[in-house]
């Protein structure tokens, strides 16, 4: 353990000095279109003795980002299932990616807290050998993608399928994990996995078998539920299985004409007597419109305000004309009931007699006196009855 650097995060500055010394690794040779896989072993970054186990149980995450960049380069993914498990960083560069990347690898022990730093270099060139035009993509639903990712499962699906392929070399070009292609995760269920999509290349051409599985006819059965047309034996069925309405066959030997690069010209159209240049647009005035558009409903709004302000402050009815409406023997009547109204008022008003007996809060039936208020109206008897 002594030999694990650990930094703390005042030192991390420093680890990129540092870096330049456990940078001394090989590079890495990824090919432009064929799968790249890297094991981010614990051992490695633990840098144990020699003598020395990975504990089982030691947690270790990564984070892995293109030196200067905050994240992986488009054609990278990383992948890591567990923090007891590997991590591993796959994917297929593409011709634009060639050259030089630097990836900066960081884990994490999530038990020790330390973190060590390793950077991996890569020198993307173009593959050598014969062209690979016969491209087939297989869905395998009993994988998870880091299961396929080790060489050991890979050269496996490769010797399995070899039994459906005319005989020649076949090569892994792409790899991806079903989720990232429209799957869905699995419910937590033994034995469900996310499925993989394993690309496989060759230079033979694609035998009768695979063909059939991938016409039309074999997707029309696929379509109505019907297992697809397999003339030959599924030489992968006990390690892999294969779903084999999702097998895409892709034949590059004879290049597409969608293919061809167009040619770059001066800018200057041919002549087309068919085509007919639109006329120039002719200035318009739009003050009319504007105007129209806002005096007309201003003022059909001033109209309507006059004509209310008409209707109510000319068109009132006054209250002499109100009364002289009204017959005489009704005008009578209602000065009557407002003259005794305001002399009952009056009356009010001037009128010193005691308070009726009844609103006070409690009184003497005989002597007609009112009781001191008590603390606790609860005990007071309604009525008293004294002698
Ligand atoms: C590999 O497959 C993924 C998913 O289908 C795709 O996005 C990617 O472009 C492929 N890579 C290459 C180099 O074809
Ligand atoms: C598999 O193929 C079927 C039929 O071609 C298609 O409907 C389905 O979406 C495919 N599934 C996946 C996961 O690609």
Redesign the pocket.
């Known amino acids: 353990m002594a030999a694990v650097i650990l930094w703390i995060p005042l030192l991390v500055g420093l680890s990129v000095g540092l870096g330049g010394t456990q940078a001394q690794q090989n590079p890495l040779h990824p090919l432009v279109g064929r799968v790249f896989v890297h094991t981010l072993d614990h051992a490695t970054f633990l840098r144990l003795p020699e003598d020395t186990a990975v504990q089982p149980s030691t947690r270790i995450t990564y984070h892995a980002h293109l030196q200067g960049h905050p994240d992986l380069p488009r054609w990278l993914r990383y992948t890591q299932r567990s923090p007891t498990q590997p991590g591993f960083l796959y994917g297929t560069a593409t011709s634009e990616d060639r050259g030089r990347q630097v990836i900066e690898v960081t884990a994490y022990n999530r038990d020790t807290f330390a973190t060590t730093q390793k950077r991996l270099v890569l020198l993307i060139g173009d593959p050598e050998g014969p062209r690979l035009p016969y491209q087939a993509e297989f869905?395998v639903r009993s994988h998870d993608v880091e299961e396929v990712l080790p060489s050991t499962p890979t050269s496996r699906f490769l010797t399995g399928l070899g039994g459906l392929w005319e005989p020649g070399e076949l090569q892994v070009l792409n790899v991806t994990s079903?989720l990232d292609?429209?799957?869905r995760v699995p419910l937590p269920i033994e034995g469900r996995k996310e499925g993989v999509y394993i690309k496989v290349g060759s230079a033979t051409p694609f035998s009768t078998c695979l063909k059939m599985v991938a016409s039309p006819d074999s997707?029309a059965r696929?379509?109505q539920g019907q297992p697809p047309l397999l003339s030959c034996y599924d030489t992968l069925a006990p390690h892999f299985r294969v779903?084999w309405?999702?097998v895409s066959l892709v034949d590059k030997s004879v290049p597409a004409p969608a293919d061809e690069v167009p040619t770059i010209g001066d800018g200057i159209l041919e002549y087309d007597p068919f085509f007919c240049p639109p006329t120039e647009a002719t200035a318009r005035d739009f003050l009319e419109d504007a105007l129209v558009t806002l005096l007309v409903p201003l003022l059909v709004a001033l109209l309507l305000t006059l004509l209310l302000a008409y209707v109510m402050c000319c068109r009132r009815e006054g209250r002499l004309k109100r009364d002289l409406a009204t017959s005489d023997i009704q005008m009578v009547h209602h000065s009557t009931i407002l003259q005794n109204t305001e002399e009952l008022r009056q009356m009010a008003a001037t009128r010193e007699v005691p308070r009726p007996l009844s609103t006070l809060p409690m009184f003497n039936v005989r002597t007609g006196e009112g009781l001191p208020p008590r603390v606790d109206s609860a005990q007071v008897p309604l009525i008293l009855d004294q002698p």
């Open positions: 869905l079903a292609c429209g799957g997707h696929c379509a779903d309405c999702n």
